[in-house]
């Protein structure tokens, strides 16, 4: 399968004014994040989704390719599905989702959720580590339960599934999963997925992945043992970031 990664990139983020801009190790963050999955060396094209011109010259400074998107877009998603109905794009059977603002995304990740897609065992794919106690009851840190086959039953910001016994933490602690925002999918599942409505879970939860879940479209969760870095949302996390990076790219490299 001929496999395209997309990082959809949206200048209007309010938390972080300008993200996709802001510098870490001293160049565009959206650069960086490209840099990364290119290194990968997963997919056979990478390209950056964005609706902003500036954030298409800086990706292009850098040697990356763009493709100017619409800035009506309600998810990273809808971006990656208007990428791939465009011609020059539709002979990708697989599409990979990173987001604009994970330049320390897991290759175990990414390489887990796209298998389970070019595997064929999915039509939608994704990832999961296990989470640590300090945030299982963290509604920032999304959880997902998977089914034996690894087919995902629920994704929630809540705390599940939920111990009614304390009896049985230990089985707990096998079924508790943070879930990272990867994405991989086969292009038709992809583009039934943006042509849904969305769904009440999805609007209760604020988490676009159900709405596919509800419709039937059964999606993959790779499991992996990575120890999560995180996305950058805020001025903490790009501080962070730039603190950490030196030794990421020693570790990368």
């Not at 983020?13 to 290194?39: D, Q, Y």
């Not at 539709?90 to 990740?109: C, L, M, S, T």
């Not at 897609?117 to 009851?137: E, K, M, R």
């Amino acid at each position: 399968m001929k496999t395209l990664a997309v990082i959809p990139a949206r200048l209007g983020a309010t938390r972080l004014p300008r993200k996709p801009l802001r510098l870490l190790g001293g160049r565009p963050l959206v650069v960086r994040v490209w840099e990364r999955v290119s290194a990968l060396g997963l997919a056979d094209r990478c390209v950056v989704a964005t609706d902003s011109e500036e954030v298409a010259a800086a990706v292009r400074a850098a040697g990356a390719e763009v493709v100017l998107t619409s800035a009506a877009h309600p998810s990273g998603t809808d971006r990656v599905a208007e990428v791939a109905e465009q011609p020059g794009f539709r002979g990708y059977d697989a599409i990979v989702n990173v987001q604009g603002d994970e330049p320390f995304v897991a290759a175990e990740a990414v390489r887990g959720a796209l298998g389970v897609v070019t595997g064929g065992h999915f039509p939608l794919g994704t990832a999961a580590t296990p989470v640590t106690p300090a945030v299982q009851t963290t509604p920032h840190v999304v959880k997902v339960v998977a089914a034996d086959d690894g087919r995902a039953m629920y994704f929630s910001r809540a705390a599940i599934p939920f111990l009614r016994d304390a009896a049985d933490a230990e089985l707990l602690r096998a079924r508790v999963w943070q879930h990272i925002g990867v994405y991989a999918y086969a292009r038709d599942a992809l583009l039934r997925w943006v042509t849904l409505p969305p769904h009440p879970l999805e609007l209760i939860e604020r988490l676009e992945q159900l709405r596919p879940l509800a419709a039937g479209l059964a999606m993959g969760v790779a499991r992996t043992e990575v120890v999560l870095r995180g996305g950058i949302d805020t001025e903490e996390d790009l501080e962070r970031a730039n603190a950490d990076w030196p030794a990421f790219i020693a570790e990368w490299n």
